[in-house]
């Protein structure tokens, strides 16, 4: 008897916790929508807790107007004068062994000649001539408009 009504018991918990923890993610993936802003300022509006919800709604919102404002402004860019060292002449740059010309030998290529083998004479191994195809005929689906329609 003790066993039954504490599996129940373990149960309903369960399904307490389960729903609890359903209601929290719904809640966060709600608070993750494009729309949560207003979506929340709606639902605060009729609450006690209005004024508190709106001024921190209102301060949020005056916070990333005035971010929007100082990265547009001239003044947090800074431009300084970056300036290179000076070139200067290297060994390698004056050895003219990196710099030769590259001299290439040409070569012709001879193919071998084709010989004809005994295996390219022999008719049999070929299509003859002699061969004919059937004629080609005109089916009902070639000329149906029902299957040639756009």
């Known amino acids: ?3 039954e009504k ?5 149960t309903n918990f369960r399904k307490a916790v389960l729903r609890s923890v359903a ?8 608070s993750f929508t494009v729309s949560a802003q207003e979506f ?3 639902v605060l509006t009729h609450s006690s807790f209005n004024e508190i919800a709106l001024a921190m709604v209102e301060t949020s919102a005056r916070e990333a107007e005035a971010a929007d404002l100082s990265v ?3 003044s947090w860019y800074s431009f300084d004068k970056a300036f290179d060292p000076a070139l200067e ?6 050895t003219e062994n990196y710099f030769e010309i590259a001299t290439f030998s040409f070569q012709n290529e001879v193919d071998i000649p084709l010989k004809m083998e005994s295996w390219m004479l022999d008719e049999n191994l070929f299509y003859s001539h002699k061969m ?3 004629p080609l005929e005109v089916e009902d689906w070639m000329t149906s408009a029902d299957f040639w329609t756009i």
């Open 72 to 74: 547009n402004n001239a």
């Open 1 to 3: 008897m003790k066993t």
């Open 132 to 134: 004919q195809e059937e």
């Open 40 to 42: 929340w300022k709606k």
């Open 23 to 30: 209601v929290v993610v719904s809640f966060v993936l709600v």
């Open 6 to 10: 504490a599996m129940k018991t373990k």
């Open 89 to 94: 002449m290297e060994g390698w740059m004056t």
